[in-house]
C-alpha cells in the first residue's frame, strides 16, 4: 500500500556513506555473538495495529518482518524463492496454485502451520471487517484457497494472475496464527502471532515495541545466512519521530539501527567511523505527484502539462538531496527491471508551460501573478502527509510551489496528519497529492492506474489518485497481469507507462527513499529483496 500503506530503469540512489548495501555486515566481523537486545528506532510513524493484514502500510511492514513469515520471498536476483512453502505449481489454464508447506512449523502459540492456516489468512484479508487495504488489493483474483492435505494448499483465481508470486512475498500478506485470528482484532491488533523470529511481548503506545527470541524457530527464507534461532535476545523497537533525537541516540550509543535517515545526516555520517548505511530503495512506484485528473483544472491534459513543465524538480533534488537521491522520470522505481524512463516528458521549460496555459485559456494573471479564467484562480490543493514526507521532500514541495508560480500556478500546501490527510483523499479533496506505493512487482501498475483503483478498499483507501480512467489502459494492465510470457508482459507494461507518462497524471520525482544507518557493533543486518524492510534474524551485536 502507501507508505502507508512497491522500477525505474535509469534512475539509482546514490548512497554518500561508505560501506553502504542491501546487507550490511558490520565492521566487526568473526563469529556472530548470540544473545544482546538491539535497539532500533524508527521515524516512520508508530502503526495503529501491529497486524498488517489491518490496513496495510509501509510503518506496519517495518516491524511485522521480525514476527510474521510469508509464504515465499525473493532473492536479490529478484526470484522468487521458498519460505513457509517449500515449493508450487500453477495448472495449465492459470487457474490455481498448490503451495506445498514446510512441515514441523508452529506458531508460536503452538498452533501447527497447516494448509488451513493459508485459507483462514486469506479470508482475513478479504473479510471487509479487516478493512484490509494492501493485501485486499493484491488477492482481488482470489477466489478461494483448499486444503488438498495437511501441508497443501490449493488456491484458486477467477482469472490468471502473473503477480500472485510477488503478492505473496509481501509482509502485508504474512501468515498469522488462524488460532490467534479468532481472537477480537484490538487483541489482534496488539500482538499478532506469526512464526517468526521474534515475538511481541508488549506494545507501550508513542514509546516502544518489546520483541524477544522465538527459540523454537525453524523456518527462515531460503537466502537467511543462519538455520536455527535468531542470535539476538530481544528486540527493543523505538519510536523516535525527531530525525535529530534519532541521530544524537545513534551517536551516543543508546540506539543501534535509524530508519529514515535524513540527506543531511547522511553527509555528517559520512564523518563518523563508527556507523555503516545501509541502502534499500523501495519497489513499486517512485516518489512522484500525482494530478488528479478527474476535476478541474486537472481534467485537461495542457494544464497537467504545463504545471510539469513548470516544477524545477531537478535543481529541488540537487539542493536538497545532497547527492543520495537521483532524479527519476518514471512511474515505476529502479528496483523494478520493466521500469520505463522518459526525460524528455518531464524537463523544466517555463515557456513552454506559459504557452500550454495560454492555449488552455489561462490566459491572464492577477495582481499577485497568479493565472485566471473566467474570474476563477488557477488554484492546485495539495495536502501533505507530514508523517510520510521526510523534511527534504517537504521542503522540496515548497520549491516546486515557487517554480510553479512563476507559471501561475497558486498550490496550497496542506501539511496533515495521517488521518486527515486520508480523509482529504476520500473526499477527492486535492489536486495534487505525494502517495507512494510498495508493492513488489510491475503489477503495482494495475493497482496504481486501472479504473478500478478509483473504487476504495474495505479500507476506505483506494489507489488510483490521478484517477486514470481508460478503457484501453485497463486492458493493457488485464492482458500483463494474465500473462506468464515474459516478453509479452515487458511489452504490454511499456505501452501502459507510456500511457500515463504521456498523458501527464503524474510527476516522477525519485525513488521511495529507504536509508538505514547502524552502529558498526551490529553485524548481519539486511534488508528484505522483497519490499526493502531490515530483518533482524540474522543480526548480532559485538559488544
Known sequence: MKRFVPLLVIASVALLVAGCSTTSPGASGGKPVAGGTLVYATGDAEPTCLDPHVGGNYPQALVA???????????KAGDIIPWLATKWTESADGLSWDFTLRTGVKFTDGTPFEADAVAANVAHLQDPATASSTGYLA???????????????RITLSSPDSALLDSLSQPWLAIESPTALKRSQAVNCESPVGTGPFVVTKWTHQQSISLVRNEAYTSPPADAAHTGKAYLKAIDWRFLPDSASRYAALTAGTVDVIDNVQPDTLVAAKKS???????????GASNRLELNSSIAPFDDARVREAFIRSANVNDAVTSLFFGTAT???????????????????????????????????????????????????????????????????????????????????????????????????????????????TKVGPDVLRILFDSAGTIPAP?????????????????????????????????????????????????????????????????????????????????????
Open 65 to 75: 518482518t521480525q514476527y510474521l513469515e510469508s509464504l515465499v520471498s525473493k532473492n
Open 139 to 153: 488477492l482481488q483474483k482470489v477466489t478461494g484457497v483448499t486444503a488438498v492435505d495437511k501441508h497443501t494448499a
Open 273 to 283: 567511523k563508527d556507523l555503516v548505511a545501509l541502502d534499500a530503495p523501495r519497489p
Open 327 to 437: 532524479r527519476s522520470y518514471s512511474a515505476l522505481s529502479s528496483v523494478e527491471k520493466l521500469g520505463v524512463s522518459e526525460p524528455k516528458l518531464f524537463g523544466y521549460d517555463q515557456k513552454a508551460a506559459a504557452t500550454l496555459l495560454d492555449a488552455a485559456g489561462w490566459g491572464t494573471k492577477n495582481a499577485d501573478g497568479y493565472r485566471t479564467k473566467n474570474g476563477r484562480v488557477l488554484e492546485l490543493d495539495f495536502p501533505v502527509s507530514t508523517n510520510q514526507s521526510i523534511p527534504a521532500e517537504q521542503s522540496l514541495f515548497e520549491q516546486l510551489q515557487a517554480t510553479s508560480k512563476q507559471a501561475g500556478f497558486k498550490v496550497n500546501l496542506h501539511p496533515l496528519d495521517l488521518s486527515s490527510w486520508y480523509g482529504a483523499l476520500g473526499k477527492n479533496q486535492y489536486n495534487l497529492v505525494s502517495a507512494p506505493y
Open 459 to 543: 479500507s476506505g483507501y483506494f489507489a488510483n489518485h490521478s484517477q486514470v480512467k481508460g478503457p484501453a489502459l485497463d486492458a493493457l494492465l488485464e492482458k500483463a497481469a494474465q500473462t506468464s510470457d515474459q516478453a509479452e508482459r515487458a511489452s504490454l507494461y511499456k505501452k501502459a507507462q507510456e500511457i500515463v507518462l504521456g498523458g501527464f497524471y503524474i510527476l516522477p520525482l525519485y525513488d521511495q527513499q529507504n536509508h538505514f544507518l547502524q552502529r558498526t557493533v551490529v553485524s548481519g543486518l539486511r534488508a528484505m529483496p522483497t519490499v526493502s524492510t531490515p530483518t533482524m534474524y540474522d543480526a548480532w551485536l559485538s559488544r
